[in-house]
Each structure stands twice: as structure tokens, then as C-alpha cells.
């Protein structure tokens, strides 16, 4: 599903970019207004905006509400875009705190776990040998504390850098370091290990 939203992008002041942003040009016509260069730059992130609301939520109805919540927010949101960071970093921020949003409003994560057996994708896919492997991967990601798992869909699920994700989580890159550390060590028993 594309977005609805039909706002008009709104002329701002000029903006420094990330150098290495792959995004700059589009973002620059998006900033100044052109509708075409907004229009690509949502349709070129579409899909990861979906994806990580859809990891994040557990729910492909709730990440389908929040994608479209996003891409309206960006209408509003894009000229305060300051190119400290790549777009794909700062829009991963943006979905990030949109699916807490959705969070706070159900007043109910206890749900929140066993949903996110969804997070599949940060496990490599089975080899054909065990199917058993992958779905307790799936199970322990879910256990895992949320500032952890959080962190571990960022770095694993959205292939972000320890920095990039310290900056939409608002901790320090050390602090996503130790915690993907402690993810790898709370993930690293083996099926059946306990049994």
C-alpha cells in the first residue's frame, strides 16, 4: 500500500547533507518543495519504512497504519531534515519512535514479545538442515528484554551502525555495542541446550 497522504511539501531554508548519503539530491529537491523528487524519495523507502515498522510491531495491519503515518509525518517533518546523519537513518528514527507511539497508545507490551516472533529476518534463514534452529532463534529474540531487542532489530534487522542506532535510541554507540554484545550472549545457547 502507497501513501494517501496529499499535503503539499512545504519550501525551507537550505540544508547541510551527509556526504555519503546516497538520498542527497532527491532530498535536496524534496526540501525545496519539488513534489516529484518527495514522491521518490518516499517510494524509494517505502518498503524499508514498512519493513521495520512491521518488525517492530509484530503486525503487518499496525506497520501498514504506521508507514502511512510516517510518509504523512514526512510531508510536515522534512525541512527539519539538518543532514547530520544519512536520510535513512533519520527516517529509521522516525518509524522507530512512530511504532513506540503505537505502543504507548495500547498501554500494552506484554503482547509485544510474542508478536515479534516476526523478527526472522535477523536470523539466517535455515540451511535446509534444521527448521528447528531458526524458529528458537525467532523465540529467543522475542524474550529479549526491549531495549535489547529494539537495539537488535536496528543493527541486525535494519543493518544500521552501532551509531546510527545510538542516534534513534538516544544512547551512546558504545552503549549499542555492549548491548549487541549481551544480545549475542543471550542468543548464543544452542536449541535444546537446557533440555
Not at 108 to 126: D, E, I
Amino acid at each position: 500500500m502507497r501513501p494517501r497522504c496529499s499535503a503539499a511539501v512545504r519550501p525551507v531554508r537550505p540544508m547541510k547533507m551527509h556526504p555519503a548519503d546516497p538520498d542527497a539530491d532527491l532530498l535536496a529537491g524534496a526540501v525545496a518543495g519539488e513534489r516529484e523528487a518527495f514522491r521518490l524519495l518516499v517510494e524509494r523507502h517505502y518498503d524499508r519504512i514498512h519493513g521495520l515498522a512491521w518488525q517492530l510491531t509484530g503486525s503487518r495491519a499496525d506497520a501498514e497504519d504506521v508507514a502511512q503515518d510516517v510518509c504523512c509525518t514526512l510531508v510536515e517533518r522534512i525541512g527539519s531534515f539538518r543532514g547530520e546523519a544519512k536520510f535513512s537513518t533519520w527516517l529509521c528514527g522516525i518509524v522507530f519512535n512512530a511504532c513506540r507511539d503505537v505502543h504507548r497508545r495500547r498501554r500494552s507490551f506484554g503482547g509485544v514479545a510474542q508478536r515479534l516472533a516476526v523478527l526472522a529476518g535477523l536470523a539466517q534463514g535455515p540451511d535446509g538442515r534444521d527448521l528447528h534452529d531458526a524458529l528458537w532463534v525467532k523465540s529467543a529474540i522475542a524474550r529479549l528484554p526491549p531495549a535489547y531487542r529494539d537495539t537488535a532489530i536496528l543493527v541486525a534487522g535494519q543493518q544500521l551502525t552501532h551509531a546510527e542506532a545510538g542516534a534513534i535510541l538516544g544512547v551512546a554507540e558504545a552503549t549499542v555495542s555492549w548491548r549487541m554484545h549481551e544480545v549475542r550472549r543471550m542468543v548464543a545457547g544452542k536449541p535444546g541446550a537446557d533440555d
